[in-house]
């Protein structure tokens, strides 16, 4: 099973930029599919993008497509998430998953079920 760990979060302001990584553990990363999700305080853990194996195809929920953009690097083990123009409604905590289920079911209702890793989380915070 891959292991997980998420870097890059931080304060920001509105209208910034930030850019996620996420680097796994193991030999058979490029077998999963990738995505990110996150959870602000109170709310429910939602669904923000997701990446094929092979990085040919890519999710996005509608609050977050133009402006996010997710990538993977099989040959370094990582994926990223490059976050422009954030808004204050950003803030969250972001959390990398591995599924070895296509890449759509992550952002299918009850996606998270399908994930088999998750990363420990990197807090995102974006001021007005």
């Known amino acids: 099973q891959v292991q997980l760990v998420e870097s890059g979060g931080g304060l920001v302001r509105a209208g910034d930029s930030l850019r996620l990584s996420c680097v796994a553990s193991?030999?058979?990363?490029?077998?999963?599919?990738m995505g990110w999700f996150r959870q602000a305080p109170g709310k429910e853990r939602e669904f923000v993008a997701a990446?094929?194996?092979?990085?040919?195809?890519?999710y996005y929920a509608d609050s977050v497509k133009g402006r996010f953009a997710i990538a993977r690097e099989n040959a370094k083990n990582s994926v990223s998430l490059q976050m422009n123009s954030l808004k204050p409604e950003d803030t969250a905590v972001y959390s990398c998953?591995?599924?070895?289920?296509?890449?759509?079911?992550?952002?299918?209702?009850?996606?998270?079920?399908?994930?088999?890793?998750w990363g420990q989380g990197t807090q995102v915070t974006v001021s007005s």
């Open positions: 998953a591995a599924t070895p289920l296509p890449p759509q079911s992550l952002s299918l209702p009850g996606g998270p079920a399908h994930v088999i890793s």
């Open positions: 193991g030999r058979t990363f490029s077998s999963y599919a």
């Open positions: 990446i094929s194996w092979s990085g040919a195809t890519t």
